[in-house]
C-alpha cells in the first residue's frame, strides 16, 4: 500500500503570505494526486486533482505541483478562509485509496 | 449539481447493530454510474478511505483495514447507498462521510454522519 506523508504537520502563517504544503509518496503515484480542504465541523473539498488542476470554483491562488513522489500544493497568497486543514490522497492504481496525514495551516 | 444527503447522527451501545443511509440526487448525475465510497474521520484525526460501490451491480471493494468488520450496499431503485455495522464497538465512533465520483478523486460529499458507540 502506497503511504502518503505530508510535511509540516501545522504551519502558522499570516494572511497574505505565500505557503506551501508538501506531500511525499512512498512510490511513484504519476500524477493521480489529489489535495482536499477540511475547515473544522465540515467536510472535506476536493482543491485539486491530476496533481495540478484545480477544482471546479477553486480560486486561482490555490496551484498544485509535483509528479512521481514529490508533490506540493501552494497558496499565494491566505486569505481569512483559506485557514483549514490540508490533505493529499493519491489513486494511482486505485482501489484502495489512500490520504496523507494533513497539514493543518492556521492563523500565526 | 450533485447532492448527498446522509442520515443523521446515531448513538448506540457496544454490540449493537447499525445502518447509515446516502441519498444521492442532482441533476446530470448518474447514481447508477458513479461509484459511492466511503469515508471514516476519527475523532480529531484524518481522512480513512474505507470501500466503495459500483450501484450499477452492487460490485464492491473493501480497505484491507475494513474489510469483515463493515459492509456497503446500494439500492439503485432509490438512488441510495448503505454503510453498516453487525457488531458496534466504542472505537467505530468516528464521522462518516460519503462521496460520489467517476475517477479516484472524491469530488461530491455528504454532509457526514457522526456515529457515536458508547455503553
Known amino acids: 500500500e502506497i503511504v502518503l506523508t505530508q510535511s509540516p504537520a501545522t504551519l502558522s502563517v499570516s494572511p497574505g503570505e505565500r505557503v506551501t504544503l508538501s506531500c511525499r509518496a512512498s512510490?511513484?503515484?504519476?500524477?493521480?494526486l489529489a489535495w482536499y480542504q477540511q475547515k473544522p465541523g465540515q467536510a472535506p473539498r476536493l482543491v485539486i486533482y491530476?496533481?495540478?488542476t484545480r477544482a471546479t470554483g477553486i480560486p486561482a491562488r490555490f496551484s498544485g505541483s509535483g509528479s512521481g513522489t514529490e508533490f506540493a500544493l501552494t497558496i499565494s497568497s491566505l486569505q481569512s478562509e483559506d485557514f483549514a486543514v490540508y490533505y493529499c490522497q493519491h489513486y494511482n492504481n486505485w482501489p484502495p485509496l489512500t490520504f496523507g496525514g494533513g497539514t493543518k495551516v492556521e492563523i500565526k | 449539481e450533485v447532492q448527498l444527503v446522509q442520515s443523521g447522527a446515531e448513538v448506540k451501545k457496544p454490540g449493537e447493530s447499525l445502518r447509515i443511509s446516502c441519498k444521492g440526487s442532482g441533476s446530470g448525475y448518474s447514481f447508477s454510474t458513479s461509484w459511492i465510497s466511503w469515508v471514516r474521520q476519527m475523532p480529531g484525526k484524518g481522512l480513512e478511505w474505507m470501500a466503495r460501490i459500483a450501484p450499477s451491480d452492487s460490485y464492491t471493494y473493501y480497505s484491507p483495514s475494513f474489510q469483515g468488520h463493515v459492509t456497503i450496499s446500494a439500492d439503485k431503485s432509490i438512488t441510495t447507498a448503505y454503510l453498516q455495522w453487525s457488531s458496534l464497538k466504542a472505537s467505530d465512533t468516528a464521522m462518516y462521510y460519503c462521496c460520489a465520483h467517476t475517477s479516484g478523486y472524491l469530488v461530491n460529499w455528504g454532509q457526514g454522519t457522526l456515529v457515536t458507540v458508547s455503553s
Open positions: 491530476g496533481a495540478s
Open positions: 512510490q511513484s503515484v504519476s500524477s493521480h
